[in-house]
């Protein structure tokens, strides 16, 4: 599986970004897809992650509430709705494919796509 995040870019506070990763396979239908960020000097942190049959969804509480993440498997295609984004939203936001959304960190996913940059100014 292939993994091709998009969407990132310069807001301001407040304001709404989508990101989108569009995975290229066979399997992406059977897999669970997930949002990580880091920023420099910190370890990566989960964000969102959808399963496979996009009834279930698991959410940082930093961003719950504000995130909504949500998948077309006709698409192949994850995204991630980000609202009322804050200057701590800031960083690189990688997606991922694994097994399980209930993994939370990062040696529970096993397809990583390259980043897409955040930035959210004051």
């Known amino acids: 599986v292939q993994l091709q995040a998009s969407g990132g870019g310069l807001v301001q506070a407040g304001d709404s970004l989508r990101l989108s990763c569009a995975a290229s396979?066979?399997?992406?239908?059977?897999?669970?897809m997930g949002w990580f960020r880091q920023t420099p000097g910190k370890d990566s942190e989960f964000v969102a992650s959808?399963?496979?049959?996009?009834?279930?969804?698991a959410y940082a509480d930093s961003v719950k509430g504000r995130f909504t993440i949500s998948r077309d498997n006709a698409k192949n295609t994850v995204y991630l709705q980000m609202n009322s984004l804050k200057p701590e939203d800031t960083a690189v936001y990688y997606c991922?494919?694994?097994?399980?959304?209930?993994?939370?960190?990062?040696?529970?996913?096993?397809?990583w796509g390259q980043g897409t940059l955040v930035t959210v100014s004051s």
């Open positions: 396979g066979r399997t992406f239908s059977s897999l669970a």
């Open positions: 991922a494919a694994g097994l399980s959304y209930r993994a939370t960190i990062t040696t529970g996913w096993s397809y």
């Open positions: 959808i399963g496979w049959s996009t009834g279930s969804t």
